[in-house]
């Protein structure tokens, strides 16, 4: 079975610094996509930056750009220059031709003044 | 950016009591989904739907929840007899198919039991 593991329940750091958000997953599939998905306290589900398994490049997205380790299982969030607007519970997931996205338990990020 | 509208916003309801959560996916999207979150707890998929049947469910869909598109529009979850344990936050997501990537998520709706 395939499990998304997210083992930072709870971050915090000041604003402008850089953030890594780490996210590990089991699958024995060999093409999947993976996502970052932000839920601020209006608890809508925002999608933040996607990956695909087969591309070897990181995505990025702005600020927003991972570090997807493939043999590692391994696929991490940086948020540069964090903003107080990043402050949001944020889920890794996964999703490949079983037709559903698997989320992690999410990690709580506080971005201080 | 296209949208997924989900109604109500809000519902409250007593144990025991029927609720339909209703769902508006986007208009060429294939792909259907209800997810749920309880408060401060993961996402957690119930049930996935395509070319009018469910393709997927997981054991928390039990046989209390059912799903259904009437109309070719809108995508509706109903509760027959909600419980306490029912109170958690209702996700529709849709996308346009398996190899898409993207799935867009509604807005919500925060059902509450008492």
């Known amino acids: 079975a395939q499990t998304v593991t997210q083992s930072q329940p709870e971050m915090s750091v000041q604003e402008a610094e850089t953030v890594t958000l780490s996210c590990t997953y089991d699958t024995s599939e060999s093409n999947y996509y993976l996502f970052w998905y932000k839920q601020p306290p209006s608890r809508q589900m925002i999608l933040v930056i996607r990956?695909?398994?087969?591309?070897?490049q990181n995505a990025t997205e702005n600020r927003f750009s991972v570090n997807f380790q493939k043999a590692a299982k391994s696929f991490s969030l940086k948020i540069s220059d964090s903003q107080l607007g990043d402050t949001a519970m944020y889920f890794c997931?996964?999703?490949?031709?079983?037709?559903?996205?698997?989320f992690g338990k999410g990690t709580r990020l506080h971005i201080l003044p | 950016e296209p949208e997924v509208t989900q109604t109500p916003s809000h519902q409250v309801t007593q144990m025991g009591q029927e609720v339909i959560l209703r769902c508006v996916p986007i208009s060429n999207h294939l792909y259907f989904y209800w997810y749920r979150q309880i408060l401060g707890q993961k996402v957690e998929f119930l049930v996935s739907?395509?070319?009018?049947?469910?393709?997927?469910k997981s054991e928390i869909f039990d046989d209390q929840f059912s799903v259904e598109r009437p109309d070719g529009s809108n995508f509706t979850l109903k509760i027959r007899s909600t419980k306490l344990e029912d109170s958690a936050m209702y996700f529709c997501a849709t996308t346009l198919g398996i190899l898409s990537e993207k799935l867009f998520f509604g807005s919500g709706t925060q059902l509450s039991v008492l």
């Open positions: 990956q695909e398994a087969y591309k070897q």
């Open positions: 739907f395509y070319n009018n049947e469910i393709s997927e």
């Open positions: 997931a996964f999703r490949n031709r079983d037709d559903k996205i698997i």
